[in-house]
Nanobody, 124 residues
Framework: QAQLVESGGGLVQAGDSLRLSCAASGFTFSTYAMAWFRQPPGKEREFVAA????????YYADSVKGRFTYSRDNAKNMVYLQMNNLSPEDTAVYYC?????????????????WGQGTQVTVSS
């Protein structure tokens, strides 16, 4: 069965950078849209970035546009989220998600497969 494992989170200071990784296994990775969501403390899970299985455009939440960069390596079954100029508002558990033949939806209910999450904490 499908498995997604995030890594790369940690405790950093405002202005620092992190790169999150998501390792996928158990499915045909190249036919799945992949996405990043995050859940701040006490809030609902929210969209961060995504791209469809066929390639093309990458979509970003307005709150991270220009600071975060999504990338994907089909040969390695990996997706990444490069996060630059982090602020305390970026503090959240970050999740990767997969959707077979998806086109990169911003809606969390569109993604049937999820990782366990990785904690990102940004201090002032």
């Amino acid at each position: 069965q499908a498995q997604l494992v995030e890594s790369g989170g940690g405790l950093v200071q405002a202005g620092d950078s992190l790169r999150l990784s998501c390792a996928a296994s158990g499915f045909t990775f190249s036919t799945y849209a992949m996405a990043w969501f995050r859940q701040p403390p006490g809030k609902e899970r929210e969209f961060v970035a995504a791209a469809g299985w066929i390639g093309g455009n990458t979509y970003y939440a307005d709150s991270v546009k220009g600071r975060f960069t999504y990338s994907r390596d089909n040969a390695k079954n990996m997706v990444y989220l490069q996060m630059n100029n982090l602020s305390p508002e970026d503090t959240a558990v970050y999740y990767c998600a997969a959707d077979d033949y998806g086109l990169g939806s911003t809606l969390r209910e569109k993604y049937p497969y999820w990782g366990q999450g990785t904690q990102v904490t940004v201090s002032s």
